[in-house]
Each structure stands twice: as C-alpha cells, then as structure tokens.
C-alpha cells in the first residue's frame, strides 16, 4: 500500500456532463475536458477519479479529453544578424558630424491600481480565492493580484512533470512508448500518463528537485498517492513560481536546453479544442498561445478549482500569464473566471490592433 499524504484529498467523479465510463461501470482514468462556456463542442468518454480520505479537505481531479488538436508547432523566431559588409572602404574621407544617439524607448508602468480595481469589481459576487500574474518577459513590466495565495496547480503540474522529464533524458533520447505518453499528458491531460511519467521523474522529490532548479520557490510535489493516481494534481504554487516556469520555456538562460524547450512548446501549443481555454481568451489576432489547464472539484464541497497558465507570443513580445481559482460551482463557472482575469490584466499590457 502506498502511504497517504496528510492532507486529505479525494477526487470524485465528474458530473454528467463529462460522460461517465457507464459501460465499464467504474470511472475510467482518462477524462474528458470540461465544455468551454457557448460551446456546443462536447465529446464523450471515459472519466477519471482518485481519492484519497483524511483529516482536513478533500479533492476531485478529473482531466478530459476532447475534439481535435489546435494548432501546431512552434514557430521559433528568427534571430537578424548584422548586415554583411562588402567592397573596400574609401582611403580618406572627411570627417561626419555624428548622428545623436536615440534613447531606447520609455517602458511603460503598469496601471496597477487601474487593473485591481477592474478585477475588483470582476470579481464581486464569485466565489474566491483568485490569484494572477501576467508578466512581460520582453521588457519586464508586471502586474500580480493577491500574489501571496497558494493555490493547487490541479493538471497544470503536467508541464512542470515533463520538464523534469527532459532535464534528464533528451526527448530524441527517450523511448518511443515515454514520448506517447508525454503527448497524451500535455495534448490529452491524460491521468495515467502524468503517472507513469511521475513514477519516472522519481515522483514528488524529483517533481521538487525540477522546480528548483527551475527557480521555482512555493511549489514542491507531495508524496504518496490519491488512492488511484499519484498526488501531483494537489501541488500548491504561486502565480510568481507558475510565471517563472513559463519564463524557463523561452529563457536563454533556461537549464532545459532549447530543443527540448520547442517540444514543450510545440505540445502545449496542441492542447486539444475543447481544452484551449483560459489564457487564449485574453490573445489577440495573430498571437501565439502556448497553455496548460487544470480543473480539479472538491468532494468535501463540491467546488472547483480552476487554473490556466501559459504564455502569448507576438509582436515581439513574451507575456507569461498564470491564473489560479477555487470555489466555482460549475466548472464553466470557472473558466469564466479565469479568462476574464486574464483579459481584464492583459488589456493594459498592449492593445489588439482592430
């Protein structure tokens, strides 16, 4: 028997609608995503549960797994060198007067009052807690509200889980059958893959020892397992550790090497359609969105917890984003939640040419 973690947690099944694993008359471990809200998109299959009891809370994370893939592969940005120099130069030329040097341009603050109190007033009614960051990794500006939550990751610990993966085995390097399972964990959210991915890692202390050297500061893995699943859904972090992971996906200084980078990149920018919410709400035309998302229900009552993280790429520009919910009702509630947060905090970062 594995040893259960302190914390009491139970993942229960998903609600009708995430189709239950009827023919097999138990619950499935590969789920199925939940709707996006106005979408008629809905798909049937499996769900999946783990629980595990003990004093305290306890939790649900059921993971889905619908419709077809979005967009592809990464494209890498060019890198433009200098211009190449041709043909001699001339032997003796006067003197020209030098041009005055261009100040770079001003960066512009983050009206930080301005997007708290619009998320404040967003927020009014629903249920909390909610936590949020959106950082520009191009120029540094940031804007983070209630920064000092800890709050579960729920299947957002996946990218972090093959992160780990890769820091010690290079994708080309690794079995076809581990590759199968890193597409299916990041694409699909497939439970069982994050498991045998987790158990190879070396579970909640190799999850840890990743986000070290990650810079990761408030997020370490928690041992034992969930009755049926390994514990990596009930992980807590911080917006600030969610945002640095993305950081280390297209840092030069990253310790993940750039091709590895690229598959991570690649994978989360082929979530499957009906798993693409959150962080893509807040894009514009013509953006690039990279994202994982988490959704994970309470059985002690019946709430849900709602996360997306990710990044926008365009116009130069890297915006890491992360935000975390919990207290939900519905799990659309939630999602509704989380892309308005990220829409209402990326306004003020640039505007969406018309």
Known sequence: ?????????????????????????????????????????????????????????????????????????????????????????????????????VKPKAVKPVPTKKITERLDRFLAGRPGPVTAMVKDLTTGRVYRYHPGERLITASTAKVQILMALLLGTPWRELPESVRHDAELMIRYSDN???????????GAAGFTGAGRRFGLKHTRGV????????????????????????KALVSGKSPLKVKERARVLRLMGAVVRGQDWGVSAAACAGERVRLKNGWLKRVSNGRWATVSVGLIRGRGHDYAVAVLTEGSAEVGDGIATVEGVAARIMRDFRKCRA
């Open 1 to 101: 028997m594995r040893t259960l973690p302190r914390l009491a947690i139970a993942l229960a099944l998903l609600p009708p609608l995430l189709a239950p694993d009827t023919a097999a008359g138990t619950a499935a471990l590969t789920p199925h995503a939940p709707p996006r809200p106005g979408s008629a998109h809905v798909a049937q299959g499996p769900a999946s549960t783990h629980v595990v009891q003990g004093p305290g809370s306890t939790h649900v994370a059921p993971e889905p797994v619908t419709g077809r893939a979005a967009p592809g592969p990464v494209r890498m940005p060019h890198r433009l060198g200098p211009p190449a120099i041709t043909g001699k130069a001339p032997a003796e030329q006067p003197k020209a007067e030098q041009p005055k040097a």
């Open 192 to 202: 069982h893959a994050a498991d045998r991915l987790w158990l190879r890692i070396g």
């Open 223 to 246: 041992p034992g397992d969930c009755v049926d699943l390994y514990c990596w859904g009930i992980t807590e972090t911080s917006v600030d550790d969610q945002v640095r992971l993305m």
